[in-house]
């Protein structure tokens, strides 16, 4: 918990100000952001274990697949979600 705790606290910084340019990087934010990352590790376990004992793919396979659909997943959330881009509602 603490190591994926610090993982996220650093991911929500880097994240909101290189890879969003967000500027408003509130407490708001990093519990929508621990909140989704955190689905997102519960997904990845989901996903590797169907893949594992359901399918019978190996590990290293499941995780591959698992990592690929979770990155795309907490990438979309981020940007869709939490670090939403509202400016172009000030233009109008």
């Known amino acids: 918990i603490t190591s994926f705790s ?43 274990s169907i893949l594992m004992i359901i399918i019978g793919f190996g590990t290293i396979v499941s995780k591959v697949i698992a990592a690929c659909i979770v990155v795309f997943y907490n990438y979309t959330m981020a940007k869709k979600y939490i670090f939403k881009d509202k400016s172009w509602k000030n233009q109008y």
């Open 6 to 48: 610090i993982v996220v606290l650093c991911a929500f910084f880097l994240n909101g100000k290189l890879t969003f340019k967000d500027t408003d990087l509130s407490v708001k934010k990093f519990i929508k952001y621990y909140t989704t990352s955190s689905f997102g590790m519960g997904l990845n376990t989901t996903i590797v």
